[in-house]
């Protein structure tokens, strides 16, 4: 038994002087490593050994680098060099980049050869106590530094956006929804390896931090548009100052995308901003009534309402009840004074009527099919064609919504109401057109995307 274990004690020594000879000997060659261009969707890639049928460098280890070896690097590659999981050397610059500091010794590289002979012997000697394997790892890792485009964002729910216009003395928030894409670049692959990376096996794809980045850009969009509206940009001229707000989302995410990741924000697409339809009224009343400030505009104004009064009251056939309530009419909008003129014009308006002499009585007309647009007064039972009732003033209803049933029945949900039938078929059917979204209810879509935020519309709809 234990002649056995000294001859297997033996074999093992002489095996492991074997594999560490060999081993040596097949690192001696130099290595060339080169990387195609990295794809838009890839952020980091191993580098490979280029070895041809013709090369005889095939039996070397692949995580070792031999001294000497070259590199080449391209255009938006950076080349980060990686010893024992820490990174040891970097070259951003394209071109040939010859790594003659490697710990793994060749004696085809520069020097004294007696001296490269020694280090290869003592690197045996190493891998002997080893087991003949090689103590080490060296890779070489190519980082994207080009622009990382079609990063698509949304906003799902409405984000604060102020409005300041010194003119109209305005000073408020209101609700915004806005759809882009914005694209990044990687500023330090130091960074980016050591936090984020580390010792990929193959690649490493944006599509593994995609959702994170999302949501933090989406997050920083508030304090952006903040700093944004402080320079006096309107919510409608973001489109046209994509810039600014790319600097602004740069200085919001610098510490968090940049000292954290390396990464930062290089570009800033708005392809759509729309306010919420309630603050959007108030903007724009409250811009009206700070124009009215201007006793010019007001006047102007007061004249025009006027006139339109006028004008109405005239076309309808109401006579001088008419007349009173189209100067009533004219004085909510223009103001007292212009109430008191179209009042005064009212007063004249009757008396004329009543001193004129009555007209004689004329034959009965031949009862003559209804207008198209027509309609029943629902205070007097009257028809009606304008937009008032000429009897008593009336204002005609609004259209109802919905789908009308054969029945006549008007109704909002997918049967009728009155009899029962369901709601015709052939219903519009939705699907987003930006990001392909498709609701559980393909007739009745929400007002935005949840996943983009874009409004849904007519050019939504599923041909």
């Known amino acids: 038994m234990d002649v056995n274990r000294e001859k297997e004690k033996i074999m093992g020594l002489i095996k492991a002087l074997t594999g560490a000879a060999g081993g040596v000997m097949a690192d001696q060659w130099k290595e060339y490593f080169y990387c195609e261009s990295i794809a838009n969707d890839t952020l980091m890639v191993k580098g490979q050994k280029r070895v041809s049928g013709r090369s005889s460098n095939t039996k070397g280890v692949d995580n070792i680098i031999s001294n000497g070896s070259v590199i080449a690097v391209a255009d938006g590659q950076c080349m980060i060099i990686v010893e024992q999981g820490k990174v040891v050397d970097l070259c951003a610059e394209p071109g040939e980049y010859t790594y003659d500091s490697s ?65 109209a003395g305005i000073d408020i928030d209101i609700g915004i929804r ?143 009840a008419m007349a009173f309530m189209g100067m009533n009419m004219a004085q909510t909008m223009g103001g007292n004074a212009a109430g008191n003129f179209a009042q005064a014009n009212a007063m004249n308006a009757a008396m004329a009527q009543q001193s004129a002499p009555a007209p004689a009585p004329a034959p009965a007309p031949a009862a003559a099919a209804p207008a198209a647009d027509a309609w029943t007064c629902p205070s007097c039972g009257k028809q009606a064609a304008g937009k008032f009732c000429p009897e008593c003033g009336t204002k005609k209803p609004e259209d109802a919504a919905g789908w009308t049933c054969s029945c006549g029945a008007v109704n909002k949900g997918k049967f009728c109401s009155e ?45």
């Open 103 to 167: 710990t793994e010794p060749s004696i085809f590289a520069g020097g004294s050869l007696a001296t490269n002979i020694l280090d290869v012997f003592k690197n045996m000697g190493k891998r002997f106590t080893f087991g003949g394997e090689a103590p080490k790892d060296q890779r070489v890792y190519y980082v994207n530094t080009k622009e990382i485009t079609g990063n698509k964002y949304g906003t799902p729910s409405s984000v604060p956006f102020r409005v300041v216009d010194e003119r």
């Open 178 to 320: 806005c759809f882009g894409e914005y694209s990044y670049k990687i500023v330090n692959p130091i960074i980016l390896y050591t936090n984020l990376m580390g010792n990929v096996a193959d690649e490493f794809k944006r599509e593994q931090i995609d959702s994170q980045m999302k949501s933090e850009f989406l997050t920083a969009l508030q304090p952006a548009f903040a700093r944004v509206a402080g320079d006096g940009i309107r919510y409608s001229q973001l489109p046209t100052h994509t810039q600014e707000l790319a600097d602004a989302l740069r200085d919001e995410l610098s510490k968090k995308w940049g000292e954290g990741r390396g990464i930062e924000v290089f570009q800033v697409g708005v392809n759509s901003v729309k306010a919420e339809e309630e603050d959007e009224k108030m903007l724009k009343e409250l811009q009206k009534n700070a124009a009215f400030t201007n006793p010019n505009l007001l006047n102007a104004n007061m004249a025009a309402a006027t006139m339109a009064a006028m004008k109405d009251a005239a076309n309808n056939q109401g006579g001088a």
């Open 419 to 463: 009899c029962g039938s369901p709601k015709p078929a052939g219903a519009l059917l939705y699907k987003c057109d930006k990001c392909g979204w498709e609701p559980e209810d393909p007739k009745n879509p929400p007002k935005f995307c949840p996943q983009c935020g874009d409004p849904f519309g007519d050019e939504d709809v599923v041909k």
